[in-house]
């Protein structure tokens, strides 16, 4: 990943600033949670570059939608099918469903399309959401006990998307607030 990480540089993700430092130090940290997990290639890239066209909750860019192919010659197709997916989430809409409904319906915030998310994108994308989280969580005591309760209850709710060592990993940071 030396390679996809020296190309993340280039974009300038050190540049950008993240909620407890550097954006590119958030994305590194949020691969190294899929990492430890054991996530296959696709989704410890796809946690690299998981933020590069900005999300609901981190609006900035590092790159723009019309480079979506830049960035797949980089990580390849499928992760970042996945990285477009995870910044494309309208999670006012997509977040109430984990928990109550079978299956879920995405709402995408760039394209105003909806469509139903498949098992391997639904377990995919909750891996990466509580991956990112995480490393929020590990990073600062203070984003900790501000979104700990809210996270716990998000987390449960995708619980059945998740792998056990994603499990074990929210259980463990969160623990204080079960």
Known sequence: MDKQF????????????????????HLKGTESILAAWGS??????????HAAYGTA??????VSLLQRESISAIIGGDA?????LYCSCDRDYVF?????AETIQFLD????????????QANRFCALTVANE???VHASDEFKNKHGLELLALFECMDRY??????????????EFT
């Open 134 to 136: 995480l490393e929020l």
């Open 57 to 62: 909750g981190f609006d900035e860019q590092m």
């Open 6 to 25: 020296e190309a993340l540089r280039a974009l300038g993700a050190g540049d950008f600033q993240h909620l407890n430092g550097s954006l590119e130090a």
């Open 96 to 100: 109430p469903q984990f928990g109550n």
């Open 162 to 175: 998740l792998s056990l060592e994603a499990k074990e990993a929210y259980k463990s940071a969160l623990i």
């Open 109 to 120: 915030r760039f394209s105003g399309s909806l469509f139903v998310l498949s098992k391997e």
């Open 40 to 49: 296959d290639e696709i989704l410890r890239l796809a946690g690299l570059f």
């Open 80 to 84: 970042e099918a996945l990285v477009y």
